[in-house]
């Protein structure tokens, strides 16, 4: 790797761990999500600093190139985040149509006795 690619990937890992930082300190993000994008950022500084891990992580798992061992970890890592996701997503679709549907059986319940007063009151 020449030493132009390698400053360049320390700069933009560096600027994507901080752009992580600073969008987390700005929304209130479930300590699960904030462990991941740290550790998400703190890895990619580290692989850009430090290629050498890289390259063992590379021999050792088989790829012929480092580059396709991170490219590999990280679409790996980022369908993993997906999937997550996906399954918080449906949980609380399931929980607020729960919620709809009881909101609109309180709202039913609530018009039935408001008319049924009113015809009490009618009668008297």
Do not use: C
């Amino acid at each position: 790797m020449t030493s132009w690619l390698r400053i360049l990937l320390v700069i933009m890992s560096i600027f994507t761990f901080t752009y992580i930082i600073a969008n987390i300190r700005k929304s209130k993000v479930k300590l699960e999500s904030l462990v991941f994008w740290i550790v998400f950022g703190l890895m990619l500084v580290l692989l850009s600093i430090f290629p050498q891990i890289a390259n063992f992580a590379a021999s050792l798992s088989g790829f012929y190139a480092p580059i396709n061992f991170i490219l590999v970890t990280i679409i790996f890592l980022l369908i993993y985040k997906v999937f997550t996701l996906t399954m918080h997503l449906s949980q609380v679709q399931q929980k607020l149509e729960e919620l709809i549907q009881h909101i609109a059986l309180k709202e039913i319940k609530d018009d039935y006795l408001k008319s049924k007063e009113n015809k009490e009151e009618e009668h008297e």
